[in-house]
């Protein structure tokens, strides 16, 4: 069997890898929800003018 290295000092200061990966996963995830609730008011617009189009029953009849 080979031998492991120790890990480095868990007392320094700094940020490891996964601390970086999961402040960025949190920072991307707060910006995609901020542009859903920004867009949710248009989006409900866009869903209003497609029902009143017919939606999926409308077929081929609109471009």
Do not use: H, K
């Not at 859903?36 to 017919?54: C, N, T, V």
């Amino acid at each position: 069997m080979c031998e492991r290295t120790p890990d480095a000092p868990r007392g320094r200061g700094g940020m490891t890898g996964q601390r970086v990966l999961m402040a960025e996963a949190a920072l991307v995830g707060g910006l995609a929800l901020v542009l859903l609730l920004w867009e949710l008011p248009s989006l409900r617009r866009e869903a209003r003018i497609w029902r009143m189009a017919g939606g999926f029953r409308a077929g081929r009849r609109y471009p």
